[in-house]
């Protein structure tokens, strides 16, 4: 049985950081693009942030510079590091695995960011 179980998010107030895990089970991890998308009260679930197998990483412009994405394999974990948050990064944040046709997903982690 796959799992993605994401954790660590929470209240923040704007400027401040968190970083979000994903612990997979179940999948060859390392043969795995991961990714994290967020989906806001009453928006569409956006890509923010992927890294292939191999290392290589692609973020949404609007997170560019702020948040980072790296994986760990010897621990099928993938994570997200957001560095200064901004109310507008409020959303429900999503692990993803994908392998060809293969495709997996978290639960989701609420990140609140607000003063």
């Known amino acids: 049985q796959v799992r993605l179980v994401e954790s660590g998010g929470g209240l923040v107030q704007p400027g401040g950081s968190l970083r979000l895990s994903c612990a997979a089970s179940?999948?060859?991890?390392?043969?795995?693009?991961m990714g994290w998308s967020r989906q806001a009260p009453g928006k569409e679930r956006e890509m923010v942030a992927t890294?292939?197998?191999?290392?290589?990483?692609n973020l949404a412009d609007s997170v560019k510079g702020r948040f980072t994405i790296s994986r760990d394999n010897a621990k099928n974990t993938v994570y997200l590091q957001m560095n200064n948050l901004k109310p507008e990064d409020t959303a429900v944040y999503y692990c993803?695995?994908?392998?060809?046709?293969?495709?997996?997903w978290g639960k989701g982690t609420l990140v609140t960011v607000s003063s």
């Open positions: 890294i292939t197998s191999g290392g290589t990483t």
């Open positions: 993803r695995g994908s392998y060809y046709g293969e495709e997996y």
């Open positions: 179940g999948i060859i991890f390392n043969i795995y693009k």
